[in-house]
């Protein structure tokens, strides 16, 4: 007979992952090219019978701040309430995907009740290929490239490429003044792992991407697979 007040518990816990239903669970957005922050809004609904309250909300990134409108985290049954999510752009570029998880009261750390999706479209105005350059530990230390093309309708020029590792050498090729470089990195020793930042500076008159960067990597090669 103990298996009845199990099955009782079990339906009486399972219409709560069920209860706060949102409008658009993904939000899709094109941000503009001087924008440094965007703001958007969930609305929800607590679609069960019982009275819910919302105990945590989090993008895990700091670059995504997220509240419950009002300070409201109670909701009754039918009641409806508003997430808000304020994105700060920074230096991104290209689509950036930030989901958002939503405990609920009752709910285990590794299982929350909601999750929402802010995808946000960052114009490209300075392309890199590829974003991280790598050698196998103990390899060859051959020169590698990192391509850089402007996508803006004004001439952007590099002006400087720094390392902050004495272990990696780069140069700056102009294929196109104004519009395409290429960025060649070579390492003076593999013999040992090591990480580079490769910052592109340039003169921009987008002052949030007028610094770029990418990386060099010095790692172990993968394990092949058994």
């Not at 989901?99 to 009752?106: A, F, K, M, S, V």
């Not at 490239?145 to 803006?152: E, G, L, N």
């Amino acid at each position: 007979m103990k298996i009845l007040p199990a099955i009782l518990f079990l339906l009486a816990i399972l219409p709560i992952r069920a209860e706060l239903k949102f409008e658009t669970p993904v939000i899709d957005v094109d941000a503009k090219l001087d924008a440094a922050t965007l703001v958007r809004e969930y609305k929800f609904t607590n679609t069960g019978t019982k009275p819910i309250k919302i105990t945590q909300a989090d993008a895990g990134c700091s670059c995504l701040a997220v509240e419950v409108a009002a300070g409201k985290f109670t909701y009754a049954p039918g009641e409806s309430g508003t997430l808000r999510a304020t994105f700060e752009i920074g230096n991104f570029q290209g689509t950036v995907e930030k989901p958002i998880l939503i405990w609920l009261e009752g709910d285990r750390d590794e299982a929350p009740s909601g999750k929402v999706t802010l995808r946000v479209h960052i114009p490209v105005i300075i392309a890199l290929e590829p974003k991280t350059l790598k050698w196998d530990l103990g390899g060859s230390a051959e020169m590698k490239s990192i391509d850089v093309k402007m996508h803006y309708k004004n001439p952007i020029k590099v002006t400087s490429v720094t390392t902050n590792n004495e272990n990696f050498a780069a140069k700056m090729v102009t294929i196109e003044e104004g519009k395409h470089y290429k960025i060649e990195v070579t390492p003076r020793s593999t013999a040992a792992g090591a990480i580079t930042i490769v910052r592109i500076e340039t003169d921009s008159d987008v002052e949030k991407q007028r610094i770029q960067q990418s990386f060099a990597v010095i790692t172990a090669p993968p394990k092949p697979q058994p």
